[in-house]
């Protein structure tokens, strides 16, 4: 449904951050997509969304496309209209609106009226029902876990058919990851909405995902189906850090893995 | 007959106040939304204010149509300024963004010199210039019907922010673009919306100010005193804005009445900085300014 070609991706004109990456999520799937702290994790789900023109990023090279329609030079609310939506990195609420408000705006792009705004209103209350006790209170207000659920409500509210998750689990409690990827492969199940997982918690995104990517220094350097990639001594070793007290070098460096090509074109 | 002047000084320092408020109003809207501060809002404020005078006088409109087909051409001209002089500047620094909306003032200041000369110009009065009693109080109905309409404007404002889309989408994009983006909100659009409800709300600000003075083109300067309303309420605060706007023409109306005597005149010029000053020495992000909400 989602695929990359050869992205490639330069801020301000010098800095080359996507070093020709290519990627796939196919419909009703999740994606896990893996990699260290500025690897350009965050850049590729801005440039899904048409965000680099206004972070003065830019697209030089490379194709996205969606349902067989080239949208890398959409921009940010045509792709919403298209059914991509996205949960940025720490969350981004708008504090200073309720809960209620965060969810309303959350359906911005919608025109189908209100009777299908309220069945979507009730549904994202039943998947998370913590939400319905604090709707009047300000989103600066409630509790960092309540702020995840609300970001992954609010967008939710815009129905889309792929949803792309910036680091769900940043800053939470172990039992609050776990409650929050139930509800994620819920919604995945039930609504049949892909997802785009974009985690530094290896083991959990791979644990709901049926495939993954790992990234390092803008490039894909591995990929495969979930369960392949665990029993990956190397990815075992650098993301699900089963040998921590060994040295850790870039995973980059390694250099005897095979990178997988089959989901390129 | 000590409250009858305490009475009337409080109604005609309400109605400086909701002029004062209106255009901090307009300050704060584009302001939140954009990140600029737009030091034309006075001008506009007297541009509309010229814009009604001239269609009544001239057009021989009656106050009511040509009071909303000022709003119109208001809306239009400014929708026209942030697209084409504004939205050009989105990313260069402050200070240039700031030195633009400084000389769009002067410009405006200036071919309003022009097109209707520097004298003081007489609005025709849409209401009767007899006083209406009130407790035993001689006030001016337009000073009454100024509070009265600056109200209902704020009860409207309050709806549109609270209840609509559109507001709804005003309220995202100003605290966090980027994020609005994100709800597929058209910010261009949000931009363009902030600049033309602020000169809708200078307009009706102006128009009102100038039902109980007079026209000239230095009318902007009551613009000099929403500044100190706007430090004083805070300059990202809508509430603040608009109570800063009222305090500060209550105070100075009161301060020009009754410390006149023992401090000279001119007191009430003074009257709106003297608070601020205070204030901000107590609280120096003003009255309701940010209280950056912190992320638990
Ligand atoms: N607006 C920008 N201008 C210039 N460089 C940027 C910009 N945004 C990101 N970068 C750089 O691009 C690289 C990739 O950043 P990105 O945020 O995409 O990484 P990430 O994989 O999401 O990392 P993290 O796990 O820390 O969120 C980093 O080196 C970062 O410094
Ligand atoms: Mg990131």
């Known amino acids: ?265 | 007959m000590a409250l009858q002047i305490l009475l009337q000084l409080i109604v005609t320092g309400l109605a400086w106040g909701s002029v004062y408020a209106l255009i901090a109003l307009g300050f704060v809207l584009i302001f939140k939304a954009t990140d600029i501060f737009n030091f034309a809002q006075p001008e506009l404020m007297m541009l509309g204010a010229y814009l009604s005078f001239t269609l009544i006088t001239a057009l021989k409109l009656p106050f009511l149509p040509a009071f909303l087909v000022t709003l119109v051409l208001m809306t239009v001209i400014s929708s026209l300024l942030e697209m084409m002089v504004i939205r050009p500047l989105v990313g260069e620094p402050v200070l240039a963004v700031i030195m633009v909306t400084l000389g769009l003032a002067n410009v405006i200041r200036g071919m309003t010199g022009l097109i209707w000369g520097y004298e003081e110009l007489q609005f025709p009065k849409p209401f009767s210039a007899q006083p209406i009693m009130l407790f035993g109080a001689a006030i001016n109905q337009a000073e009454i019907f100024t509070i009265l309409a600056t109200a209902l404007l704020l009860v409207v404002f309050f709806i549109f922010f609270k209840y609509s889309r559109a507001g709804l989408s005003m309220r995202a994009t100003a605290e966090d673009t980027s994020t609005a983006f994100l709800m597929g909100i058209n910010v261009k659009r949000v931009f363009t919306a902030s600049w033309a409800i602020a000169s809708v709300v200078a307009t009706i600000a102006g128009v009102l100010l100038a039902t109980f003075t007079y026209l000239e083109p230095i009318m902007g300067h009551a613009g000099l005193k929403a500044l100190p309303a706007l430090i004083l309420g805070g300059m990202d605060s809508v509430v603040g804005a608009i109570l800063g706007g009222l305090i500060i023409g209550v105070a100075e109306n009161l301060a020009g009445f009754y410390l006149e005597q023992y401090l000279g005149g001119g007191i009430n010029e003074i009257t709106a900085y003297v608070i601020v000053l205070i204030v901000m020495m107590v609280r120096p992000y003003g009255l309701f300014g940010t209280k950056e909400i912190e992320r638990v």
């Open chain 1, 1 to 265: 449904m989602l695929r990359i070609n050869n992205l490639e991706v330069v801020y301000n004109d010098i800095i080359l951050v996507l070093r020709g990456i290519s990627l796939e999520a196919p419909e009703a799937a999740i994606i896990a997509f893996l990699g260290s702290n500025g690897a350009g994790k965050s850049t590729t789900l801005r440039a899904i969304s048409g965000l680099l023109p206004y972070e003065d990023g830019e697209i030089t090279k490379g194709t996205i496309e969606y349902r067989g329609e080239a949208v890398h030079t959409f921009d940010p609310q045509r792709i919403v209209g298209l059914g991509i939506t996205q949960v940025p990195e720490g969350r981004r609420v708008f504090a200073e609106l309720t809960v209620e408000e965060n969810i309303r705006v959350g359906a911005h792009t919608r025109r189908d009226g209100k009777e299908e705004f309220r069945r979507d209103y009730d549904r994202v209350l039943a998947y998370f029902p913590a939400l319905s006790r604090r709707l009047r209170v300000q989103a600066g207000f409630v509790s960092g876990g309540e702020q995840q659920m609300l970001a992954i409500a609010r967008a939710f509210m815009a129905r889309p058919s792929l949803m792309m998750l910036d680091e769900p689990s940043l800053g939470l409690a172990p039992l609050l990851v776990t409650e929050i990827f139930d509800i994620i492969r819920k919604i995945n199940a039930e609504e049949r909405v892909s997802v785009l997982l974009v985690e530094q918690n290896a083991l959990m995104a791979l644990a709901i995902a049926e495939y993954g990517y790992i990234m390092e220094n803008g490039k894909i350097v591995l990929d495969g189906p979930s369960h392949k990639l665990m029993e990956n001594e190397d990815v075992k070793e650098f993301y699900l850090g089963m040998k921590s007290d060994k040295e850790r070098k870039s995973f980059a460096e390694v250099k005897h893995y095979k990178r997988r090509k089959r989901w390129l074109s």
